[in-house]
Nanobody, 124 residues
Framework: QVALVESGGGLVQPGGSLRLSCAAS????????IGWFRQAPGKEREGVSY????????AYADSVKGRFTITRDNAKNTVYLQMNSLKSEDTAVYYC?????????????????WGQGTQVTVSS
């Protein structure tokens, strides 16, 4: 059974850091591109970052460029999102998802499997 499980969220002060993990099971992660999305209360789900199969292709939303870094360890079937210099506006539930068809990485419809999400709260 295909599953993605996010972890690593929590409460952090502005300027702090968190590392989110996305653990895959039921499929071989190295064959898939993976995206991170987030959704804040009352807002639409938005693409945060993307990483290609081999890890050499990455993309970031403008709002997180220079602060977030996406990596993957295919041997561990896990994708990571290192988040530094966190701001209050980064507060959201963060989801990872598996790409299933071609399209722009920020389009949620190209992803077929989603994790349950992990809450990130940035507050003093």
């Amino acid at each position: 059974q295909v599953a993605l499980v996010e972890s690593g969220g929590g409460l952090v002060q502005p300027g702090g850091s968190l590392r989110l993990s996305c653990a895959a099971s039921g499929f071989t992660l190295e064959y898939y591109h993976i995206g991170w999305f987030r959704q804040a209360p009352g807002k639409e789900r938005e693409g945060v970052s993307y990483i290609g199969q081999g890890g050499d292709s990455t993309a970031y939303a403008d709002s997180v460029k220079g602060r977030f870094t996406i990596t993957r360890d295919n041997a561990k079937n896990t994708v990571y999102l290192q988040m530094n210099s966190l701001k209050s506006e980064d507060t959201a539930v963060y989801y990872c998802a598996r790409v299933s068809r071609s399209g722009y990485w920020t389009d949620p419809s190209i992803y077929d499997s989603w994790g349950q999400g992990t809450q990130v709260t940035v507050s003093s």
